[in-house]
Each structure stands twice: as structure tokens, then as C-alpha cells.
């Protein structure tokens, strides 16, 4: 019964990206092609000094994943933005990517309807509230430590962009963004956001000249845009199937289990674990899943708290995910910036500092260990 649940999850998983890559390539290119894309920028660069446009973009993109729930989601909403203003002000689309990326696994990571902390909580038996507090010694310290670099790093562009003057039709088209932006907020469905937004989109298109043909070919072009992500996502669920069915995972779960001896090994074993599964599954979610049991075990038997684990989990296979370069996250972002993923790797700060903090969690952690 276990198997066939965890196996109907994964399908709900993979049909969950393949809807966000049709509704994000839509929206991105319809917002697009009326320019709100432009109109965006043009809006942020005005109210946003050049010099504090990583950090903004950064915060911005943690604050919509920890009210959404979900990194695809703010990815797709903000990458296109972020592309538009490298564009604009002289910084690397991969950087300002990067940061997109990074601030979105932030909320993927902590928030309370993220799928990752429902897996995490779930399976170890301990309460979202709880876990968020724990979880918040992880992420808050790597998340300040990007802010303070983003803070730090000069920028290319050479004004504030406060000469930009606004017009009642220029702001209209930022609306659809507008809107992400509070929807996500609001803790809106990301399904639903993408659905709004690109009918909001396409009444903005209509009310300032655009007609029904060019709109819908506009969106038609979009999804196309995405094909080539949704056929890897296709014949990456495939090969995941494959791997599960042939009990390869289950081998690398029962070969690290033997290893384990105290408590601290045990963390490390979780940790190894759920970032192994996650490069097999490509999807944190089924990686949480796909060892939680076998975690659990190791809580009880070495006296690991539940809390911890649970945070453990849930943290490394956010930065296991981080770094798939055949990911969802990274595909989709790599999709809407027109660049590959391994373009967007080496500007991945978050991740990088989270898996840094979190290991120090392990390797500093005190010997007493309290069971919750």
C-alpha cells in the first residue's frame, strides 16, 4: 500500500510541473509580448536604487515562496522579471536568476503549506509550528548572509532608474505582476495564480489594442517555448519510475543505514540519504517521502529529535534540488531566462549557504539529544 502511494504521489508531482511549465510559458509570454515585462522593470528600477536590486529581488522572492509554498511557483512569476531588469541595468541574467532560485527555495524550505514541510512533518510525527521554528536556525542565518553579499556587490548599472515617468497605460501592464506578487502573498494556489494572471493578461492585451487571434497565438507560442522542458520532465519521470521499480534506492537507503553509529552519524546518514534520493527522484518531495520512514527509525533508535530530522530533511534535499541541473526549478528557470541551468549553478548563493549552515547544524550539534 506504501509503494502505491508513494508511486500515485510522484504522478501527482510530475502532472503538478508539467501544468506550471504550460500556465508559466502562457503568462510569461503574453505579459511579455504587451509589455509588462518592460513596464515591470521600468517600475522597480524607479522605485528601487540600482545598488539594492539583488537584495530587493532576493527578499521579494523569499517573502512569495514562504507565503506560496512553493519554489516552481515563484520561480515562474519572478524569473521573467529579473531577466528584464539584467537586461536593463547591466547585470548577468544568470546572477539575477541565481537569486531568484535561491530566494524561492527559501520559502520552499520553511513554509507552512509547502509540500516538503508536509512530507518532512508527516513523516517524522512532529508539528509544522514546531519544525518552522526549528527550521528558522537554518535558513535565516544563510539567508542573511546573502542579503549582506547582495548588499555588498557593486552594481554595473549606472543610475536609479528615477528618471523613469509612468503612465496610467505603463503601470496597467505591471498589474498582472502586481498581482503574483499579492496573490502569493495571500497564499493563493499557484495553479490558480498562473490562471489568473494570464486571463488578467489577456483583458489588459484586449483593453489596449490586442486582439483574441494575436493573444492566443502569443500564449500558444509560450507553451511552445516549453516543450522541450516538458518532454525532459516526462522522460525524467519515466527513468525515476525505473529506478524505483529496479529497488535502487532502497538499496542506497539500506547500505547507509548500516552505517550509522550515534547520534550524530545518524543526521549525517539523514542528510545523505534524503539528498541521494533527491538526485535519483529529482523532486524533493518524493525524496522526503521515499526515505521518511527509514529516518524515523533512525530518531527513535539513536534518540534523534524529531524536530531536527524533520528540519534535516527537509533542508538538504531543498539544496539537493537546488543543484539538479535537471530539476523542475532549474529548468524552469533556465526555460524563461533563455540560458542553461549549469549557466545558473554557479550563482546559486542561497543554496549554497543553506547546505553550509545546515551542516554545520549537524557536525555543532550538542551530544545531549532529546526525542520529541
Known sequence: MKKLDLITESHKSVLLMLCIFVLAGAFASVAGVIGG?????????WLLPSSLILVGIFVAACLVSLSVGTSCGTIAALTPIAVGMARETGYSVPLLTGVVVGGAFFGDNLSFISDTTIAATRSLGCRMKDKFIANLWIALPAA?????LYATLLSKAGGTGADVVFHTRRFLL???YLFILGAALGGVNVLLLLALALALSCSIGLSIGYDVPFLAESAWHGV???GQLIVVTIVAAVA???VRRLGWLQHVMNFVGRTVKGPRAAELAMAVLVSTADILTANNTIAI???GPLCKELTEHYGVSKLRAASILDTFSCVAQGFLPYGAQLLIAAGLAGISPFDIIPNLHYPM???VVALGYILLKKKESVSL
Open 37 to 45: 515585462v518592460k513596464a515591470m522593470v521600468d517600475l522597480t528600477l
Open 144 to 148: 542573511l548572509f546573502c542579503i549582506l
Open 174 to 176: 505591471t498589474v498582472p
Open 224 to 226: 511552445l517555448g516549453m
Open 240 to 242: 525515476i519510475e525505473v
Open 289 to 291: 517521502l521515499s526515505v
Open 353 to 355: 549557504a543553506l547546505g
